[in-house]
C-alpha cells in the first residue's frame, strides 16, 4: 500500500540532478517506484494513471514535457497546451509524490544526436501517418526510464500502439522495467479522453463522437456474428463520413502484434485516426474482448492481469 504522497502537493523538479536524487533516496527507502509518462494538460485518463500506479507503488513520479521530437512539422507542437500549474493542481490529490517538469534543453543537450531505431508495430498506421513519431516517442521515454529507474511505467490504452511500440521497446532492449497498460477512460458520452479536445468547437465536439460511435459499431458487428474486416471497416467509415470527420486509417488488426486482419479469429483491435476540422484524433477498441491473449491486457509484453 502506499506510504507517501497521498493527499500532500507533489515536489516539482525541474533539473535532472534534483530528480535523481529524490528517487535515489526513495529508492534508498525501499520504496516501490512506479513513473507516469505526460505531456501534460491532464484529465482523468491521465489520472486513472496515477491511481494505477498508486495501486502498485509507493513514490510517484509524474512527467509533464511536451517533447519535441515527437511532433512532425506543422504538427501541434507550439500551440500544444501547457498547464503546469493547473496539472500540479490535478496531481496533489492523487498522490503523486514528485512531477518533474523539466525544460527542453535540459532534456535534449546541444549535442544530442542518438535515437531508438523501431521497426515492426511502429511502422504502420500513426507511423505512416507521422513517420518521426514513434522514434521520438521511444527515445524520450527510454530517457525518462533511464533518469526515474522505475519499477513499474504506466501508458494508457488510449495510444494502443505507443504502447505495444514501448512494451516491443522494453522487450528488445531488455529496459528492466514492467510496462502497465490502462484502459482508455472516456467523457460520459464516449468521447475519449485527451488534452487535444480543447481544440474542438462546441459542433466539432459532436461530430468527434463519430470516433467513439463507429467503434461501438464495430463491437456490435462483431457480437452479432460479423467477421469480415472489409465489412466491419466499411461500416465504420460511414459513421464517421456521415460526421465529416477526414479518415486517416481505419483499422483492424491483432491486437498482439498490429498486423492487419483481413478476417477476426483471435485478439483484434479496431482503430482510427480522423480529424474533425483541425484536430486529429485517434482512438480504439477492443474487440472479442475475453479472449485469453490479447483483449484487455494491452499489446505484448509485461502485463497488468
Ligand atoms: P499524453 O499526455 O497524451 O502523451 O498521454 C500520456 C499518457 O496518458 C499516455 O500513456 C496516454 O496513453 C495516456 N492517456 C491519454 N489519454 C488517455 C485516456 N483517455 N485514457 C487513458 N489513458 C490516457
Known amino acids: 500500500m502506499p506510504t507517501s504522497g497521498s493527499h500532500t502537493s507533489p515536489r516539482i523538479v525541474h533539473e535532472i540532478a534534483e530528480l535523481?536524487?529524490?528517487?535515489r533516496a526513495a529508492r534508498a527507502a525501499g520504496r516501490q517506484i512506479g513513473v507516469v509518462p505526460t505531456m501534460g494538460a491532464l484529465h482523468e485518463g491521465h489520472l486513472s494513471l496515477v491511481d494505477a500506479a498508486r495501486q502498485d507503488c509507493d513514490f510517484i513520479v509524474a512527467t509533464i514535457f511536451v517533447n519535441p521530437t515527437q511532433f512532425g512539422p506543422g504538427e501541434d507542437f507550439s500551440k500544444y497546451p501547457r498547464t503546469l500549474a493547473r496539472d500540479v493542481e490535478l496531481l496533489s490529490p492523487r498522490g503523486v509524490d514528485l512531477v518533474f517538469a523539466p525544460e527542453a534543453s535540459a532534456i535534449y543537450g546541444p549535442e544530442h544526436v542518438t535515437k531508438v531505431i523501431l521497426d515492426g508495430p511502429a511502422l504502420s498506421l500513426?507511423?505512416?501517418a507521422r513517420p518521426t513519431h514513434f522514434a521520438g516517442v521511444a527515445t524520450i521515454v527510454l530517457k525518462l526510464f533511464n533518469l526515474v529507474q522505475p519499477d513499474r511505467a504506466y501508458f494508457g490504452r488510449k495510444d494502443f500502439q505507443q504502447a505495444m511500440v514501448v512494451q516491443r521497446m522494453v522487450a528488445d532492449l531488455d529496459v528492466p522495467v514492467e510496462v502497465i497498460?490502462?484502459?482508455?477512460?472516456?467523457?460520459?458520452?464516449?468521447?475519449?479522453?485527451?488534452?487535444?479536445n480543447v481544440y474542438l468547437s462546441p459542433e466539432e465536439r459532436r461530430r468527434a463522437l463519430s470516433l467513439s460511435q463507429s467503434l461501438s459499431l464495430a463491437k456490435q458487428l462483431l457480437a452479432r456474428g460479423e467477421l469480415n474486416v472489409a465489412t466491419i471497416q466499411q461500416r465504420m467509415r460511414e459513421v464517421l463520413a456521415a460526421a465529416d470527420a477526414e479518415i486517416d486509417y481505419v483499422a483492424i488488426c491483432s491486437s498482439t502484434t498490429l498486423a492487419p486482419l483481413t478476417h477476426i479469429d483471435g485478439p483484434a483491435v479496431a482503430l482510427i485516426a480522423a480529424r474533425i476540422g483541425k484536430t486529429r484524433l485517434i482512438?480504439?477498441?477492443?474487440l472479442n474482448e475475453g479472449t485469453p491473449d490479447g483483449p484487455g491486457?494491452?499489446?505484448a509484453g509485461p502485463r497488468k492481469g
Not at 20 to 23: D, L, T
Not at 283 to 286: A, G, Q, Y
Open 20 to 23: 535523481k536524487a529524490a528517487v
Open 126 to 128: 500513426e507511423g505512416d
Open 181 to 196: 497498460v490502462c484502459p482508455t477512460v472516456r467523457e460520459p458520452d464516449g468521447l475519449a479522453m485527451s488534452s487535444r
Open 283 to 286: 482512438d480504439n477498441e477492443l
Open 297 to 299: 491486457k494491452g499489446p
